[in-house]
């Protein structure tokens, strides 16, 4: 229930890097998202990065939240 309904989960994981690197560009937050969620265990990540949270299950969720946590 942490991730935000109306935004897509790649938009919110990369949100949580360039809140704490301001010089991050879009390509390489989107790059490093992709990166955290293969190594986080979610499939196809360069397709899933532009879902939104209801496309996952509980599980799914808690791993782009461990994403988000580790960016």
Do not use: C, W
């Amino acid at each position: 229930t942490s991730l935000n309904p109306t935004m897509k989960v790649g938009a919110q994981v990369a949100e949580a890097m360039r809140l704490h690197d301001k010089s991050t560009s879009s390509k390489e937050a989107r790059n490093r998202t992709i990166e955290l969620f293969r190594l986080v265990g979610i499939e196809d990540p360069e397709n899933r990065v532009d879902l939104y949270p209801h496309h996952f299950s509980g599980g799914m969720r808690q791993r782009v939240m461990i994403a988000i946590a580790l960016a």
